[in-house]
Structures are given as structure tokens and as C-alpha cells.
């Protein structure tokens, strides 16, 4: 063994040099295919007779993995052959320039799948298992989106409460919120109905952003070109960071602006008591109210860029966070704004505006944090 690990060793220095060589391939293939494709484009002659075969897929709408290989056959050729120019300037493994020659195959397939191609398939995925297909298929595509989140939304919002109303008040009796507190089966019926009256309209919004992606209006993608864990690292910051500014001032100014907080926010805020607040609040709101809170989602994928995916899932965490932060159990987990903070929000009406961390609140001046472990309970004695 001793002697295996001698040679390992020994030739570790040289293995090493292997990622740095085939790194300085890459550019040169790199290299080379830029100015090939370039000049495909800038040469006239060549581009009226062999690439726009391939830009005759030039719509959101007509692109699919497909089109990868939609070439004339002698673009396809001259696109390719930066790879055997490199061959003969690097010296390199026969099975590594077939691999990156297959790479290169999946490559091209892969940059032409589009958003449109995603989103189709969200639709298909949800309509087609709680539908007809009839009922929803002859629909217009925005429409379809539009029933997709509707449908979603509703399900999510059912089923995620309910669970969560018969963990903490009924199999959990008594551990997280004091029996004589549970909220009122009135007042739970009374949040629904206003999440349910909401709802068409909420759904509204990720409908348009999503329309606004596919026409490629927002920086959002759905390829992995350029991916960088680094960059994707910082962006998901910069897109949050962006949505807890934002959310904070739409927050507060729903409740400074009288006009606004009378017509819109106040909805919300009928559930002031302990006892009226469940996880079925998380939803209750007028209309425009939920949108405009969700809208910092929108604006973000306008400045930052970030995966269709990535967008999705930070959309759908916010719609599991609203409903979380109205049960009244208190994580307490420093930065998160937990429902501890946002039950004080609804009993003081002007503290703790913040949506998943406590620093908005903490920078402006607003944050109260509650007193003790079992807030729940301390809180109640309070507004006793
Ligand atoms: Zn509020
Ligand atoms: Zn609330």
C-alpha cells in the first residue's frame, strides 16, 4: 500500500497539470468558436447560406432542445471544428477530446431549451393531473399559466394549513399555544374567506411574471450557460436582499399611508388578537394588498439575473413563510423575523415590518423583539 501511495504521490504534481491543460483547451476552443460563430454572422455571404438556417428559429416560441443541432450541415461542421484545431495544438487524450466533443453536443442542445419549453411542462405537470384534458387544454396559454398557480395556490394553501392547524391545536395540544387561546373556528372560516377571494387575483402576478420571463423582458434565464456557483451564490443574495428592502417599505408604507392601511391593509389586520391569528392568515389578504407585498419578487428579476427555478422556489418559500409566521410559535433562531415578531407586528401595529430577517426593522428603527421563550404566552398576558 505504502508503495502505491509513494506513486500516487509521485505523479499527483502531473495529474494536476491535467484540469490546468484542459482548462487552456477550453479557451481555445473557446476562442475559436466565438470568432467562428462570428464571423458566421458578420460574413454575409456566410450567413445568408449557412447559419440562418439556424436563426429561422429566432421566436421564444420556436426554440426547443431540438433546434441544437437545426444547422446547416457545414455550419454544424465549421462550428465543430475548433475542436480538431485544438487537437493539433494541444496534445490531449483521445477519450478526452471525445468527451468534450460530446459535451459539446449536449452543450448546443441544451442552450436551446427555453424558458417557454419549462413553463409548458409546469402546466402539464399540474393541469393535467387535477383536470381534464379537455377542460384546460384548449385554453390560451396565459390562461392555462394563470389556472396552473390558481389550482397550486389553493391546494397549498388547504392542505398546508389544515396539517399545520391539526399539529398545533389538536395533536400538539397544549405545547405550542395554551389550549384557552386556540383561535376560533369563526375566525379560522373568516380568514379563509378572504384567502379565497384573494386568491384568483394573487395568482395574477406570477401569471404576468411569468409571461414577462418568457417574452425575456426580466434578466431571469433557464440555461446553465455561464453557470458559477460563485456568481449564482451572490445573486440569491443580491435578489433577497433586494426582497426584504423592498417588502419592508411596501410593509410600512401600507401602514403609514392612512389611505392605503384603510382600504387595503386593515383586511389583514382584523386578526389583532391572539386568539384570531392561524395559520390560515397567512393568506388573508385583500387583493391587492398580498400582490403588492409579492411585487419585490417581480422587481427583483428585473435587476438581478437568476434560474427560473431559483425564482420559482423563492416565490413558493414566501407563500410557506406568510402562512408559518401566523401561528404564533416563536423559533426564535437569530436574524429570522419568526412568528413571535410578526404576532407583535399585529398586536402594535407599527413594529417588526420585516419579512425573513429582523435587520430591515433593525437598520430602521422598528424592531421590537419579543420578551421571552414562550412569547406566545408572555404576549397574551400582556394584552390581557
Ligand atoms: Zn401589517
Ligand atoms: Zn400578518
Known sequence: MIQQIRVAVKGMPLYALFPTVSEYMIERVEFSM???????????????????????YNKQKTLSPFAGFASHPLDGILQAAP????????????????????????????IHDCIHEQTTFYNQIVLSHLLPANLWEPLP??????????????????????????YIYYLKINVYIPKDSIPTQKAMIMQMHVAMKAMPWYTLLPTVSEYMIERGWTKCYSTLDQFNWFLCFVYIVLYLVIVEFSMYWVHKGLHDIKFLYKHLHATHHMYNK???????????????????????????????????????????????????????IHGNIWPIMGAGYHTIHHT???????????WMDWMF???EVPVAEDDGFDQKAKCD
Request: aromatic share 18%; with cysteine; hydrophobic share 50%.
Open 34 to 56: 466565438y470568432w467562428f460563430h462570428k464571423g458566421l454572422h458578420d460574413v454575409k455571404f456566410l450567413y445568408k447560406h449557412l447559419h440562418a438556417t439556424h436563426h429561422v
Open 83 to 110: 475542436h480538431v484545431i485544438a487537437l493539433f495544438i494541444v496534445p490531449f487524450h483521445l477519450i478526452t477530446h471525445m468527451s468534450l466533443l460530446f459535451l459539446g453536443g449536449l452543450w448546443t442542445t441544451c
Open 141 to 166: 396559454r396565459f390562461l392555462q399559466t394563470w389556472l396552473r398557480s390558481y389550482l397550486a395556490g389553493n391546494l397549498f394553501y388547504f392542505i398546508s394549513a389544515f396539517l399545520w392547524c391539526f
Open 274 to 328: 391572539q386568539n384570531t391569528l392561524s395559520p390560515f392568515a397567512g393568506f388573508a389578504f385583500h387583493p391587492l394588498d398580498g400582490i403588492l407585498q409579492a411585487l419585490p419578487h417581480v422587481i427583483a428579476m428585473f435587476i438581478v439575473p437568476v434560474h427560473l427555478i431559483t425564482h420559482l422556489s423563492l416565490m413558493f418559500l414566501e407563500g410557506i413563510w406568510t402562512a408559518s409566521i401566523h401561528d404564533r
Open 348 to 358: 402594535t401595529y407599527k413594529h417588526n415590518y420585516g419579512n425573513y430577517t429582523i
Open 365 to 367: 428603527g422598528t424592531l
